[in-house]
C-alpha cells in the first residue's frame, strides 16, 4: 500500500491516457534514441567525424561489457536478496586489487601478443573471481543475515552496504595506498585500426569477448541449471520458493558467488582498460545502478541492456564533453528514466 | 490411522487469536474439505498446519510424528505440499521450470514426475515453455497444484483453489482435485464454493470463529440448513 | 467547542428524519482490474446521509478494493466516486480526507512508535503549525491552536475510555486498543462519512460490544455516516441498515438486514462462490 | 596575557553558557537560567583559558570548530533520515554547494596578476551573512531539483539519486575551471569578524568594547571562529527543536512511521517529505559555508563521500537518529575518535612498520577501517544509537500538563 501511495502521490496528475503513453517502453526506447540521436548531432555539430564517433559508440559497447558485468551481479543481488548493494562497486575496486596483488607474486610472464597483458593476468581472473564472490558471501553471513533475521527494512540493508563499501576500501587504502597504480607499468598499447577507420585497443577487444563469454554463461546457468532456476525463483517470490522447498541457502551462497564473481571480473577488466584507484568502484556506481535500474531491478538481461546503452551514451558523450563527466552522463540518464518510466525498460507497468 | 491429526490447536497473528483449539482429522486417501463463513480462520488453519504459524497451543501430528513448530522446508520433505492462495506461481519461470522447482529437495532427473504431471494436466503439457506469468488464472492454478505434486506428497493442501476464476474453470478445477486425489493423494482443502467442495469431500468441517462448529460427511452437510445459518448468522 | 459541533446533523432541506434521506456517498459503475483480475467491476451504490450502512460479501467479492477506490489509495479504472455532489474521482487520500471521508484498515496502520495521543493530535487538518515557519514566527498561535486539539484529542479519547493509554507508544497496543485508535483518530477530522474496514476483526467480545456503542452513538449524536466491511454477520445484522451485498467485484443484493438475510441469492453467493453471481 | 585570556574566555564563553543554562531545571524562570548559565560559562572559560597552555588550547579550538560544523551537518541528516526516514547519501553534494555558493558571494573577483591563475564565475565581496543565506539558498533548490522527481518513488532510488547528485556536484567544481578555480583551491574566502583580532579593531565596536578585546593577535582568530561556529549550532538546535516539537514535527514522524495512515490522515506525504529534504539540505548548506570560511580555501576534494558523507551518517546513527541532542553528541563524539585515532595509530607505528615498509604512512586509513566497523556494529547491536529517540517529541503532547 506504501508503494501505492508513493507512486500516486504528486501534483496534478495528467489523464490515464496521456500518462500510459509518457510511461510506455516505447516512449522511453524512443526518448533514449532521442538522447543518442541529439548527442551525435551535437558531436556533428562540434565538427567530430563520423569516424571518431563510430569509434566511440564501440568503445562504449566495449565498456558498456565491463558495465554489464557489475550491473548483472548489482541486478541479482538486488532481485533475490532485496538488498540495494552499495557496496557492489567497492567489490569490483577489490577484485582488480586481488589481482594486482596476485601480479606482484607471479613472475611477469610475455605479454600475449597483441595484448597487452600475459597469461598470469587470466589465471588471476580465474582466482580472483570466486575470491570477491567469497567476500560477498562473508559480508552476508557476518552483516545482511542478520539484518535479514530482523526483517530490516531495504534501507537499513543498504546502510548497511554503505558499511561494507567503506570496509572494503579502506583494506584496500591500507594494503595499497592511495596512489593510482596499473598492472603493468610501460608496456605500449596501442590501438589497431579495426574497419571503416574505427581504432580500437587489442585489450578492449578481448575485454568486451570475456564479458560476452561471461554473460553467456551466465546465461546457461541462470536457464540450464537448478540452482540458477531457484535464483530466478527466489527473486520472483521468496516465500514461495521457500514453501516450495527451495535451499534458500544455497540461493544466498550462489547469488553472491555468482554477482560478486561478475563484480571481481568486471573491476580486472576496468583496470586493465584504464588504471587502478581505490575509489573507480565508488565512482562506477552510479553507471551501475543506472543500469540496473534502466534495465528494471532484478531482470539480468535487462542489466546488460542497460549497460550496453549507458556504455555507448557515456562514450558518445566525451566526443564534445569532458570524459571525466562520465558518471554524470549515466546520472541525467537515469533521471530521465525515474521521470518517465522509473520500473525501466523491462518491467511492469506500476511494477516500480 | 489418520494421516493428519490437529488437536486442540490455537494461534494466531501477534497477540490477534485466530484459531481457538481447532480439531481435524484427515484419514489417507480422504478428500476432507474446510468451509466456513469469512474471518473464521481457515487459510490460518492451512498455514498453521504446514508450519508458517507457530501453534501457541495443541498439537499438529503428520502420521506418528508431531510437525507443530517444524519449518515448512522440513515439512515438505515429510510428503506435506502446500499451495497458497495467491501468488502461487513463479512468474517468470516457464511452466516446466515451475515443476522442476517442486522437486528441488530431490536430485536427480525429474523427468517422470514432470510427465506424470503433464499426463494430469494435458493443458500445461501443451505450455510447457510458456512462462507462468503470462497465463490465465485456471492455468496458474494448475501449474501451482503440479508444482506441489511433483514430490508426490501424501497430503496436499489447497487454499481456496477456485478463488477468482470463473465458473467454467472452477468446474475443471475441482474435477482435477479430484483426479489426484484418484492417484492416491489425501487432499486437505479450504473453499469458499461451499456447495462444489462439499459435494467433492469425503468430510467436511465448518469453522466459525476460528474453531469447529458442526463436521460429517460432505453429502449430509450439503443438505444441513444449519450450515446456511452458520454463514449468515440468525 | 464550535469544531466539536456536528454539522451534519440537521438536513437542511428539512426533511422530516424518518423520511429517506439523499446519498451522501455515491459510487457509480466502479471497476478495477489488476493484471487481468477483475477486482471490482460496475459497482454502484448509494450510501444514504444519517445511515450505518454494511458492505457485506464473501471473500474476493471487492470489498476492501472498493473502499480503496473511494478513499484515494487506488485510482479507478472506470466509475465515479461522489460525496454529496462532489466528484472525488482520482483525487489523493489526502484531497479525499479533507472533504470528510475518513477510513480505517482492515489491519490497523498506527504510528507505532509515536504516543496515543501524538497519534490523535496529528489528525486535525489545517493545523497552522505545520508549517515549518509557523512555530517559529507565530508560537503563540501554534500553542493556542495545540492546546485546543489537545483538548479535543482528550475528549475524543475520554469518548473511546481509551484515556489511560493515552501515553503508551501506539505500537504497545492490543489489536482491539488499536481498532479503538484508528476510530478515534477519524473522529478528530469531524468527518462527515467513515469508512470502516473490518472493526470487529480481532477484537475481544466486550471491546467488541464497545465499539458497536460508540459507532450508534456517534451516528446519533454527530449525525456521522457509517459504511462499513464487516465479516462478523450477526453485529452486521443487529448494527447496519441497509446492508449491502459485494459479489464478484459488483452489487449483488441490498436492503435491510432481515430482507437481505432471507434473500436466497445472497446465500447462494456465500455457499455456492461465484455461481450464485452468474446474471445475479 | 590575562588580559587575552579575558577576551577568549569571551569568546568561549558562548557554548558554554548555552550548556549551563540547559543544564539548570526549567522551572527556574528563563531569565535566571539565562544569567546564571552566563556567569557559569564565562567563569569555566576563564578558567580553561589561563590553565590550559595555549598550543593544546588551540588544539582544542580547532577541534571544537570542526565539531561544530559536523554537527550542524548531522542535524541537517536527522531532520532527513532521523525525523522523516529519507535516506539521503549525497550529504557532500548539499555541503559543497553551500560552501562553494557562500565563497562565491563573498570573496572579491581576482584582479591583476591573481585574475591569471585564479578563475571564478563571479565574486560579490557580499558579507559574511549574504554568504550564508546565499548557501542555504542554493542547497535548498538543489534538493528540490532532486527530491521532486525521486521523492514520490520507492525509497532507495532517493539513495541512488543523491550519490548522483553529489558526484556530479565534485564533477563540476573539479572540472570548471570558469565556475570556482576548477581543481585549484578558491582562495581569499574571508574571515568574518576578522577585524576583532586586527590591529585597528572594529569600527563599530564601543570603544570599552573593542579595548577588551585589544589583546587579541590574529592568531587567536579561531577563538571568534569557534563562538560564530558554536552559535550556529545553538541556532539551529533551536530553531530544529521548536519545530520539530511543533505539529511540523509530529507530521514527519507520521509519515516515517506510516505513509498510508499519515495520506488517511489528510497529511500530503509527497510535499512532507520534499519539505523535509530541503530543510536539511539548507541546514547541510550552512554546514558547508561555515566551513568555506573557516577554511579560507576550498576545493573539490574536501566534498569527497567519506569525509562529507560517511562520517556524518555515522556520526548521526552513533549519537541516536531521530534526537538533535544525539546528532551533537555524535558529531562530536565521532569526531573526537577520528581525531583520537590518530594518535593511536601515531602510537602503533612501530608495529605498523614490522609489518610492512609501506604500512606506517598508510595508518591514517586505519581510521577508516575503524569507523566502517564502528557503523557495521550500531546497525547491528545498537541501532538506537547512544542516546535513543524520545517518548515525548511534541511540545503538548506530554500527559502532564505543561
Not at chain 2, 56 to 85: A, N, T
Not at chain 4, 47 to 52: G, I
Not at chain 4, 134 to 145: E, F, I, K, R
Request: aromatic share 8%; with cysteine.
Amino acid at each position: 500500500m506504501a508503494r501505492v501511495l508513493a507512486r500516486r502521490a504528486g501534483g496534478p496528475r495528467p489523464s490515464a491516457r496521456l500518462r500510459r503513453a509518457i510511461g510506455s517502453r516505447t516512449a522511453l526506447v524512443a526518448l533514449l534514441a532521442l538522447v543518442l540521436v541529439g548527442l551525435w548531432w551535437l558531436a556533428g555539430a562540434q565538427g567530430v567525424t563520423g569516424q571518431r564517433l563510430l569509434s566511440l559508440a564501440v568503445r562504449g559497447v566495449m565498456l558498456g561489457g565491463i558495465l554489464a558485468l557489475g550491473a548483472i551481479g548489482l541486478t541479482l543481488i538486488f532481485g533475490v536478496l532485496r538488498i540495494p548493494n552499495f557496496a557492489h562497486g567497492d567489490l569490483m575496486t577489490w577484485g582488480a586489487y586481488l589481482a594486482l596483488f596476485g601480479l606482484t607474486l607471479l613472475p611477469a610472464g610475455q605479454p600475449l601478443a597483441p595484448f597487452s597483458f600475459g597469461a598470469e593476468l587470466l589465471l588471476l581472473l580465474v582466482l580472483v573471481m570466486p575470491l570477491v564472490g567469497l567476500t560477498g558471501y562473508l559480508l552476508d553471513r557476518l552483516v545482511f543475515r542478520r539484518l535479514r533475521a530482523r526483517r530490516a527494512p531495504s534501507v537499513i540493508l543498504a546502510m548497511a552496504a554503505l558499511g561494507g563499501a567503506f570496509l572494503l576500501r579502506s583494506v584496500i587504502y591500507l594494503g595499497w595506498g592511495a596512489d593510482f597504480r596499473n598492472f603493468y607499468t610501460g608496456r605500449p598499447r596501442p590501438a589497431v585500426e579495426l574497419f571503416a577507420g574505427i581504432r580500437v585497443r587489442p585489450d578492449q577487444l578481448f575485454i568486451l569477448g570475456l564479458a560476452l563469454l561471461l554473460i553467456f554463461l551466465l546465461y546457461l546457468l541462470l536457464e540450464r541449471s537448478k540452482m540458477g532456476k531457484a535464483m530466478r525463483a527466489t527473486a520472483d517470490n521468496a516465500d514461495l520458493a521457500r514453501i516450495s522447498g527451495i535451499d534458500t541457502e544455497g540461493v544466498i551462497r550462489w547469488t553472491w558467488l555468482i554477482g560478486g564473481g561478475l563484480a571481481g571480473a568486471g573491476g580486472v577488466m576496468f583496470a586493465l582498460d584504464t588504471q587502478l584507484r581505490p575509489e573507480m568502484g565508488w565512482w562506477l556506481m552510479l553507471p551501475l545502478f543506472s543500469s540496473v535500474i534502466l534495465g528494471t531491478i532484478g531482470n539480468a538481461y535487462g542489466a546488460l541492456v542497460g549497460a550496453l546503452i549507458i556504455g555507448v551514451v557515456w562514450q558518445t558523450s566525451t566526443a564534445f564533453l569532458n570524459p571525466a563527466y562520465g558518471p554524470g552522463v549515466a546520472f541525467a540518464v537515469l533521471i530521465l528514466v525515474l521521470l518517465f518510466r522509473p520500473q525501466g525498460i523491462f518491467g511492469r507497468p506500476g511494477g516500480a | 490411522m489418520a494421516l493428519l491429526t490437529v488437536e486442540g490447536l490455537t494461534t494466531g497473528y501477534g497477540e490477534m487469536e485466530v484459531l481457538r483449539s481447532l480439531t481435524l482429522r484427515v484419514e489417507p486417501g480422504r478428500i476432507v474439505s474446510i468451509i466456513g463463513p469469512n474471518g473464521a480462520g481457515k487459510s490460518t488453519a492451512m498455514k498453521a498446519v504446514f508450519g508458517l504459524l507457530k501453534p501457541w497451543q495443541g498439537s499438529i501430528r503428520f502420521g506418528e510424528r508431531e510437525i507443530g513448530g517444524l519449518s515448512p522446508d522440513r515439512i515438505v520433505r515429510l510428503g506435506m505440499c502446500y499451495v497458497p492462495q495467491t501468488d502461487n506461481v513463479f512468474p517468470s519461470l516457464t511452466v516446466e521450470e515451475n515443476l522442476e522447482m517442486g522437486a528441488f529437495v530431490l536430485s536427480g532427473s525429474t523427468k517422470e514426475r514432470k510427465e506424470r504431471v503433464f499426463d494430469l494436466f494435458p493443458r500445461l503439457a501443451e505450455r510447457r515453455r510458456q512462462r507462468a506469468g503470462k497465463m490465465s488464472g485456471g492455468e496458474r492454478q494448475m501449474v501451482a497444484m503440479g508444482r506441489a505434486l511433483m514430490l508426490d506428497p501424501k497430503l496436499l493442501l489447497l487454499d481456496e483453489p477456485s478463488a477468482g476464476l470463473a465458473p467454467l474453470l472452477v468446474d475443471l478445477i475441482f474435477e482435477k482435485v479430484r483426479d489426484i486425489n484418484a492417484s492416491g493423494v489425501a487432499v486437505l482443502m479450504v473453499e469458499q464454493n461451499a456447495r462444489k467442495s462439499l459435494e467433492l469431500a469425503d468430510h467436511a468441517y465448518v469453522l466459525v470463529g476460528g474453531s469447529n462448529a458442526i463436521d460429517g460427511a460432505g453429502h449430509d452437510l450439503l443438505g444441513d440448513p444449519e450450515v446456511g445459518r452458520l454463514y449468515l448468522g440468525g | 467547542m464550535e469544531r466539536m459541533t456536528p454539522k451534519h446533523v440537521d438536513d437542511p432541506t428539512g426533511i422530516p428524519a424518518d423520511a429517506p434521506r439523499p446519498a451522501l456517498l455515491r459510487v457509480e459503475g466502479l471497476t478495477k482490474s489488476f493484471g487481468g483480475l477483475q477486482a471490482v467491476n460496475h459497482c454502484s451504490f448509494d450510501v444514504r446521509a444519517g445511515s450505518i450502512t454494511a458492505l457485506i460479501g464473501p471473500n474476493g467479492a471487492g470489498k476492501t478494493t472498493v473502499f480503496s477506490l473511494i478513499s484515494g489509495f487506488l485510482r479507478p479504472d472506470r466509475g465515479r466516486v461522489v460525496l454529496d455532489g462532489e466528484d472525488l474521482t482520482g483525487l489523493l487520500p489526502h484531497q479525499v480526507f479533507r472533504r470528510g471521508l475518513c477510513r480505517t484498515f482492515q489491519i490497523p496502520r498506527e504510528h507505532g512508535s509515536m504516543t496515543v495521543l501524538e497519534n490523535l493530535m496529528l489528525v486535525p487538518p489545517d493545523q497552522l503549525g505545520e508549517r515549518f515557519w509557523n512555530p517559529l514566527l507565530r508560537p503563540r498561535a501554534v500553542r493556542a491552536q495545540e492546546r485546543a486539539i489537545r483538548e479535543k484529542a482528550l475528549e475524543v479519547l475520554d469518548l473511546l475510555t481509551l484515556s489511560h493509554l493515552r501515553d503508551e507508544y501506539a505500537a504497545n497496543l492490543s489489536g482491539g486498543q488499536k481498532k479503538l485508535l484508528e476510530l478515534a483518530r477519524t473522529l478528530m477530522a469531524d468527518p462527515r462519512i467513515v469508512l470502516l474496514d473490518e472493526p470487529a476483526a480481532g477484537v475481544n467480545p466486550s471491546l467488541m460490544a464497545r465499539i458497536r456503542e460508540k459507532i450508534v452513538q456517534l451516528n446519533a449524536e454527530r449525525g456521522i455516516t457509517f459504511l462499513l466491511i464487516e465479516h462478523d454477520i450477526p453485529l452486521v445484522m443487529g448494527l447496519c441498515d441497509p446492508v449491502i451485498v459485494l459479489n464478484q467485484g459488483t452489487k449483488l443484493a441490498e436492503g435491510p438486514p432481515a430482507i437481505v438475510r432471507g434473500d436466497p441469492r445472497v446465500l447462494e453467493a456465500y455457499l455456492g462462490g461465484q455461481h450464485g453471481a452468474v446474471d445475479g | 596575557m590575562g588580559d587575552a585570556a579575558l577576551a577568549k574566555s569571551l569568546l568561549l564563553a558562548l557554548p558554554l553558557a548555552f550548556l549551563a543554562a540547559r543544564a539548570l531545571p526549567a522551572r527556574v524562570p528563563w531569565i535566571a537560567r539565562a544569567l546564571l548559565g552566563a556567569a557559569a560559562g564565562w567563569a569555566v572559560a576563564f578558567v580553561v583559558a589561563l590553565v590550559v597552555p595555549p598550543g593544546q588550547m588551540a588544539y582544542l579550538v580547532s577541534f571544537a570548530i570542526v565539531g561544530s560544523i559536523y554537527a550542524v551537518l548531522a542535524l541537517g541528516l536527522n531532520v532527513q533520515w532521523g525525523y522523516t526516514g529519507l535516506f539521503n547519501i549525497g550529504i557532500a553534494a548539499f555541503f559543497a554547494i553551500g560552501a562553494f555558493t557562500s565563497a562565491l558571494v563573498t570573496t572579491s573577483m581576482p584582479t591583476g596578476a591573481a585574475a591569471a591563475f585564479s578563475q571564478q564565475a563571479f565574486g560579490l565581496g557580499a558579507p559574511f551573512l549574504a554568504g550564508v543565506v546565499a548557501a542555504g539558498v542554493a542547497a535548498g533548490v538543489l534538493a528540490l531539483l532532486v527530491g521532486g522527481p525521486t521523492l514520490r518513488l520507492r525509497e532507495d532510488y532517493l539513495a541512488i539519486a543523491t550519490i548522483g547528485i553529489a558526484e556530479l556536484v565534485r564533477l563540476v567544481f573539479q572540472n570548471e575551471r570558469w565556475l570556482a578555480n576548477g581543481p585549484q583551491p578558491l582562495r581569499g574566502i574571508p574571515q568574518p569578524l576578522a577585524c576583532l583580532v586586527r590591529d585597528p579593531g572594529c569600527g563599530w565596536l564601543p570603544p570599552p568594547l573593542a579595548a577588551l578585546f585589544d589583546p587579541l593577535a590574529p592568531r587567536d582568530y579561531p577563538y571568534v571562529y569557534l563562538a560564530i561556529a558554536t552559535l550556529f549550532v545553538i541556532v539551529v538546535y533551536l530553531v530544529l527543536e521548536r519545530a520539530i516539537r511543533s505539529p511540523w514535527g509530529r507530521v514527519l514522524r507520521a509519515v516515517r512511521e506510516d505513509e498510508a495512515a499519515a495520506a488517511m490522515a489528510g497529511k500530503d506525504v509527497a510535499r512532507v517529505r520534499l519539505q523535509a529534504f530541503v530543510v536539511g539540505a539548507v541546514i547541510m548548506g550552512l554546514g558547508g559555508a561555515l566551513y568555506a570560511h573557516y577554511m579560507i580555501a576550498i576545493d573539490y576534494t574536501h566534498f569527497d563521500a567519506l569525509y562529507a558523507t560517511f562520517l556524518v551518517w555515522v556520526m548521526l546513527m552513533l549519537g541516536g537518529s531521530g534526537n538533535n541532542r544525539g546528532a551533537i553528541l555524535g558529531a562530536f563524539a565521532l569526531w573526537g575518535v577520528w581525531t583520537g585515532a590518530a594518535f593511536l595509530v601515531d602510537l602503533a607505528r612501530p608495529v605498523l612498520a614490522a609489518i610492512s615498509s609501506d604500512l606506517p604512512a598508510r595508518g591514517p586509513y586505519l581510521r577508516l577501517l575503524f569507523i566502517a566497523l564502528l557503523m557495521l556494529f550500531i546497525l547491528l547491536y545498537r541501532p538506537k544509537g547512544l542516546i535513543g529517540e524520545e517518548r515525548f517529541v511534541s511540545r503538548d503532547s506530554q500527559g502532564r500538563d505543561g
